[in-house]
């Protein structure tokens, strides 16, 4: 079963960022790298990324006909998607443990959600 493991980034998340040094943050990337490598080896990663800062991003919606993309999100959201890992695995016990070993998770949570499996589902 496919499970997405959130990374938020958030006031608290920030703020142990913050008090971090160079060689810290630089330590916390390579945990990062080394969590990705370690679920390849173990045949459970699907995906992982780390997402660009939110100014960058677009919201997009469909009105009638029309394609509608404005800058978003705002400057007042303290909270956003800061990266991600995709991993199928055999149950959600599994899907936790992998999600502990995220370095985030030390300082703040991380989010562990089923991935809807719409395989069966009819056109």
């Known amino acids: 079963m496919k499970y997405l493991i959130l990374i938020q ?8 960022w913050d008090k971090m040094t160079d060689e810290q943050r630089m330590d916390f990337g ?3 790298l080394k969590l990705t490598q370690e679920m390849a080896e173990a045949g459970v990663l699907v995906a ?6 939110p100014e960058l991003a677009k919201w997009v919606s469909v009105r009638g006909n029309e394609t ?9 959201v303290k909270e956003h998607l800061a990266g991600f ?6 149950d ?21 959600r089923p991935v809807l499996d719409m395989s069966q589902w009819d056109l």
Do not use: F, Q
């Not at 980034?9 to 142990?16: G, I, P, Q, T, Y």
């Not at 992982?48 to 800062?53: C, I, N, R, V």
């Not at 509608?68 to 007042?76: F, H, K, L, R, V």
């Open 9 to 16: 980034s958030n006031e608290r998340s920030l703020a142990v």
């Open 30 to 32: 390579r945990a990062h």
């Open 48 to 53: 992982s990324e780390g997402l660009a800062d």
């Open 68 to 76: 509608i993309a404005s800058d978003g999100p705002y400057a007042e």
């Open 85 to 90: 890992y995709l991993i199928d695995c055999a």
């Open 92 to 112: 959600l016990d599994e899907a936790v443990a992998w999600a502990a070993k995220v370095p985030d998770a030390a300082n703040t949570e991380v989010e562990v």
